[in-house]
T-cell receptor, first 106, second 118 residues
């Protein structure tokens, strides 16, 4: 099956800092999504982005499908951004990475 | 609020018990999913239902038995579980099954049921 690797595994930021999270995958896919799981376990879909670039407020994502990676950018981070960010990829299934645990300190 | 609800939110059961997890989606979606999230492991897709028919079963032990009586409701029946089955069980829905449509489709997740098996 498709392998999904996310980096870094853990990230600690001061409020207001910017960050970049990376997702590498081992094969071509037609589905790639970024999720945020808050400290209470709720998963929220951030982006559906199998290719190209999208922006939503302080978050943006870019997927370079030919090079099999995706990046999630968080600008001007806030404490509410804390949680785990997952990348999920697939064609006829969904494989999740292990996630990046982000802690934003006030 | 994602439009997907799950009950109960927490469940503690013994290995000989039988219990059920319930998921309901209020989004008019056609596909529903069960995921398992164990500590220190990636989320695992367990079952996929599309238009109330099971389309995926990822080698899940038979002690987990899903049921989808209609497109809005999904159950996961549990019996004779093992302590290693303790995990967060997440339900999700999407407009169409990502397994059939191949995307694009956004999944909406419920808050999960945290299950502890003693």
């Amino acid at each position: 099956g498709i392998q999904v690797e996310q980096s870094p595994p853990d990230l600690i930021l001061q409020e207001g800092a910017n960050s970049t999270l990376r997702c590498n995958f081992s094969d071509s896919v037609n589905n790639l999504q970024w999720f945020h799981q808050n400290p209470w376990g709720q998963l929220i879909n951030l982006f559906y982005i199998p290719s190209g670039t999208k922006q939503n407020g302080r978050l943006s994502a870019t997927t370079v499908a030919t090079e099999r990676y995706s990046l999630l950018y968080i600008s001007s981070s806030q404490t509410t951004d804390s949680g785990v960010y997952f990348c999920a990829v697939g064609n006829n299934d969904m494989r999740f990475g292990a996630g990046t645990r982000l802690t934003v300190k006030p | 609020e994602t439009g997907v609800t799950q009950t109960p939110r927490h469940l503690v059961m013994g290995m000989t018990n039988k219990k059920s997890l319930k998921c309901e989606q209020h989004l008019g979606h056609n596909a529903m999913y069960w995921y398992k999230q164990s500590a220190k492991k990636p989320l695992e897709l367990m079952f996929v239902y599309s238009l109330e028919e099971r389309v995926e079963n990822n080698s899940v032990p038979s002690r987990f038995s899903p049921e989808c009586p209609n497109s809005s409701h999904l159950f996961l029946h549990l019996h004779t579980l093992q302590p290693e089955d303790s995990a967060l069980y997440l339900c999700a829905s999407s407009q169409d099954s990502l397994l059939v449509a191949g995307g694009p489709d956004t999944q909406y997740f419920g808050p999960g049921t945290r299950l502890t098996v003693l």
